[in-house]
Structures are given as structure tokens and as C-alpha cells.
């Protein structure tokens, strides 16, 4: 996504769920805003003809081994000392990515694709094409953050898992994702977005691992998971862990890859090992025609490769916290559509040009923004505080029109 212009603007005197929309906020109001703006679609720069693997590197980070179905088996850390020399901390990943459709009985995962893979966003996005998993059309999305620096702390992985229901009835999945760490049986839970070192559903929209916690230094990068954004409209549901013996769940490395439904309940019995993660959004439901996006990220830091947690811990938070408000960067190489349709961040109430704070609209629902003057639509689910944000294009001086589905609201672009 490229905003080229954005001129932000109150609109006030204007009612809204049975207040008025103005611009002092000592009042109570809830404004709604309109800005000029255009967007860019994305671009197919480049097709594989047969693809196996890739690798990005950048000054701070090297993403390696991102293959064919959606997965990364290496990361690499690279950071300059005071002493001046160039290291590298490697074996952040065995596996990580990998992706599971599934209802309450039936599963399939999301198979290699050899052929219709392309790049975009000048060769910085890796796109595997769509495949129909239990009903929906699933199409994923790897993007690395090539400006990422040090000080920034925001070397990070991105994966988009866009889903589609091209059928005639609404459809309910849901969306499992899993992988392994270059931990291996020395993974430790070592910080959690509410800052104790317990994963929890519904409480935790990231997590960070560490290896050998118990001698007090580590061969392996510390990593953050940073699975949902705050006040997301979809959060994730189910977080697993399996650094304590005898949990079961999934072994995604070497199960499941085939075309026919396998039963859930024979893959919750499967072997597997310590670093093995697993998250699911569950309940996703597509009506016909909707696509959602469900939105992750892996993340790496400059300090995570000095000789002691305490040292690396602090900044992989300061990452994750960054990180998950779902700034411009997080967003980078999205069009519009992929911004307005991501349900697990606040990707378009962050990055949108029309806007509602707190109160604003309903909660929890799909809020419709029509540019009236240039006959164009575009829909983003509000957030769990009643705010929202839609990326449409809109020059200044078009009618916008905001429909909840409860109360309509029409505001300038300014």
C-alpha cells in the first residue's frame, strides 16, 4: 500500500448512533473522519516456472529456506558489536508456518505449489497461489521487512493467510498454523504480552521463546510471535506450546500433506517435540463472497544474539509492543483490500484514510464506506472499542457514506 496523499480533517455537526459528530472531544462526540488519498494495487513483478525455495537477506536479518508451501526453515541475526565485527546468530527455525484448514472433524493443510508462484511488491513478496481447503479458496502471503534496522527493532517475517468463500453458503473454519524452533528440547517460554511466561488464549497477543534459560545462555535467537494486534476483531484462540512434557497436539513436519480430509482427532495424537508451536483462530466464519485475512508475524532483534537473555529479552518486548499496534511497516506491500480485509489487527484503523475513534460505530461488525462521488465501496470490521478504519480512494471534496449496518453517516474528504 502507498498513501500519496493524506490531509486529515474533522467533520463535524453530523449524527451518528444517536449522537453528533463533532470536533470537541470534551463533548463526548465520536468524529468520524474523511481524507484524501489514493492507493496502489499490487503488482506482479515476476513467475516461477518451477519454484522449490528462496532466500531474502537484508543487512540485519537473512530469511532462508521460505519454500514452496508458506513455510521459513532458517533465520539468521546479524549484528556490529562495539568491537566493530560482523556476527551472526543462526537456527532461529526448523520449521515455522506451516498451515492447517480445518473444521471440527476434517483438516487439510496447505500443500507445496511448484508452479503459479510470483513475487510482488519489487520482488520483496512471495505469493503461492490459492487452493481450495475445506471449501475456501486459501491464498498466502510471505513479505520480509527489507528496511528494517537494528535501532528499529523490527526485522520481521509476515505471513498473510487469505481466505475466500467463492460458494453459495457461508462457511466456518478454522485457520491452524504450526511449526518447529531451532531450540529444539531447550525452548523456554521466556516473556508473554501480559509479562508472566504462561501462553494464554484470549490474553496473549504475542509470545517469546528462548533457548536454555536454565544455564543462562543461549545458542539460539530469541524469537517473537506476534499472532494478533490489539483490539483485534478476530483475535486467536487456541495458543500451544509444547515445552512441557506429555502435551499432545499436531507434529506438522512430516504429517497431514495430502489432498484428502484427514480427522482432527488423529492428528491431536500425533508425536511431538518440545519446540513445537501451534495457533488457531477458531470459528472464522466467510459469508459467500467475503474474504478475510488472517495476519502473523515472526520477529528477530539485534540484541537477541548477545551471550544473555537478559540482555535480549528487553528489546524482543519492546519489538512485540512496537509492533502489534500494526504500524505503516507492518502493513508495507499491502493494497487496500488486503489492509481493509485483515480481522486479527488493526491494520485499516491504523492505516486507513476514513476513520472513527472509540464509539464510533458499532462494535464488532462490518462497517460498509462508500465513495458516494466516485462510486466505489469498501468494507473493514470495527474493532472491540467501537472504532474503525477503511482505506478507499477518495479526493477532496467527495461524499463518503459510513454504514454499520445501524445508523448512516455522510462526511466530506478533506
Known amino acids: 500500500m502507498k498513501v500519496k496523499s493524506m490531509v486529515i480533517a474533522l467533520v463535524c455537526g453530523l ?22 488519498a489514493t492507493y496502489q494495487s499490487s503488482t506482479t513483478s515476476t513467475t516461477f516456472t518451477a519454484f522449490s525455495s528462496t532466500t531474502w537477506t537484508y543487512d540485519v536479518v537473512e530469511w ?17 558489536p562495539i568491537t566493530g565485527t560482523t556476527t551472526a546468530a543462526t537456527d532461529a527455525f526448523d520449521t515455522i508456518g ?51 534496522t537494528h535501532e528499529g527493532k523490527d526485522a520481521f517475517m509476515r505471513w498473510l493467510e487469505i481466505l475466500t468463500n467463492n460458494t453459495t453458503e457461508p462457511i466456518t473454519v478454522n485457520v491452524v498454523i504450526g511449526g518447529d524452533l531451532g531450540s529444539d528440547d531447550s525452548t523456554e517460554i521466556i ?32 524469537v517473537g510471535h506476534l499472532l494478533d494486534g490489539s483490539l483485534a476483531f478476530d483475535g ?43 495457533y488457531s483462530w477458531t470459528g472464522v466464519t466467510l459469508a459467500t463472497g467475503e474474504t478475510k485475512i488472517i495476519m502473523h508475524l515472526e520477529i528477530l532483534t539485534l540484541e537477541n544474539t548477545l551471550s544473555t537473555q537478559s540482555a535480549g529479552l528487553p528489546d524482543a518486548i519492546d519489538a512485540a509492543e512496537a509492533l502489534e499496534s500494526a504500524p505503516a511497516s507492518v502493513v508495507a506491500g499491502m493494497d487496500a483490500d ?3 480485509a485483515v480481522v486479527n489487527w488493526p491494520a485499516a484503523r491504523n492505516n486507513g484514510n476514513v476513520l472513527g475513534v472509540a464509539n464510533s460505530v ?53
Open 98 to 148: 506451516l498451515l492447517h484448514i480445518q473444521d471440527d472433524t476434517y483438516g487439510q493443510p496447505y500443500n507445496p505449489q511448484t508452479t503459479g508462484v510470483v513475487l510482488e511488491d519489487s520482488d520483496r513478496e512471495l505469493v503461492l497461489p490459492a487452493q481450495n481447503l475445506m471449501g475456501i479458496d486459501v491464498e498466502r502471503k510471505l513479505y520480509a521487512n527489507p528496511t528494517a
Open 191 to 222: 516473556g508473554t504480552a501480559d509479562g508472566d511466561l504462561i501462553v494464554e488464549d484470549g490474553v496473549d497477543n504475542w509470545f517469546i521463546t528462548g533457548d536454555d534459560t536454565v544455564s543462562g545462555t543461549f545458542g539460539d535467537p530469541i
Open 15 to 36: 449524527a451518528f448512533a444517536g449522537m453528533m459528530i463533532g470536533c470537541d472531544d470534551s463533548s463526548g462526540r465520536d468524529p468520524i473522519t474523511a481524507s484524501a
Open 362 to 414: 458499532t462494535a464488532n461488525t462490518l462497517v460498509t464506506v462508500t465513495n458516494v462521488t466516485q462510486d466505489t465501496t469498501a468494507q473493514s470490521y470495527s474493532l472491540s472499542d467501537g472504532s474503525f478504519g477503511v482505506c478507499i480512494d477518495a479526493a477532496v471534496g467527495d461524499q463518503i457514506l459510513v454504514d454499520d449496518g445501524t445508523t448512516q453517516v455522510t462526511v466530506t474528504a478533506r
Open 64 to 80: 532462508s529456506g521460505i519454500d514452496s508451501q508458506g513455510a521459513v526453515t532458517e533465520a539468521t541475526i546479524y549484528y556490529d
Open 236 to 278: 486467536v484462540d487456541n495458543l500451544v506450546t509444547f515445552t512441557t512434557t506429555g502435551q499432545t497436539g499436531f507434529y506438522y513436519s512430516t504429517t497431514g500433506y495430502t489432498t484428502t480430509p484427514y480427522t482432527v482427532t488423529t492428528m491431536t495424537t500425533l508425536s511431538h517435540s518440545p519446540e513445537d508451536l501451534i
Open 338 to 340: 488486503e489492509i481493509n
